[in-house]
């Protein structure tokens, strides 16, 4: 495995796939899902061979998400809606309490990173349900995952990753922006 500046073949295909993957997310367009299926297998492979367990078991639960996204969202895509307040806050305290109790397996088995990893697993793992969902929040979450997987992925060394997720960051950011005037438009 090579560290450094230097990226693996692997790396780079994953990056790119995952990139029109997110992108064609912002659209709203149905096709985005199968390209963050084999992304995520892509990345899956990646992680586990660096030892970011969370990162890689993260990977299944998108390819899952990316089936429901394919079927919930219809041939038209998605339709954004909001969530209620208390659904905010179960979301956040669900997101806490599940890292709490994941970090510190992520430490005995030896993980490159336990609190950060475990953190941004969750708030994945709420982001790609909300998306699924059609809510235009998971843009918001998603923003503040792929800030905290920028500076993950640079401190492993992951820098084609690491700069990746720093352009997701600013595709989340048009994501939220697009998805909440079209929510705007329609409610």
Known sequence: ?????????????????????????????RITWPWWAVSSALYG????????????????????????????????GAIPAALSNSFRLYTVIAIVLATLALAPILDRLGAASTYADAILLFGSIAAQILMVYEKYESWTLWLI??????????????????????????????????????YKRTH
């Open 1 to 29: 495995m090579w560290k450094g500046l230097m990226m693996s073949t692997l790396e780079i295909i994953a990056a790119t796939v995952s990139l029109i993957g997110v992108i064609l997310g912002v659209t709203g367009k």
């Open 45 to 76: 492979i990646l992680f586990i061979q660096w030892d970011l367990f969370a990162s890689a078991a993260l990977q299944l639960i998108f390819i899952a998400a990316a089936i429901g996204g394919w079927f919930g969202w219809g041939k038209k």
């Open 145 to 182: 995952v792929d800030l905290g997987y920028t500076a993950l992925y640079f401190t492993q060394e992951l820098y084609l990753t690491s700069a990746l997720y720093l352009v997701f960051t600013v595709v989340a950011a048009v994501g939220w922006k697009s998805w909440y005037a079209t």
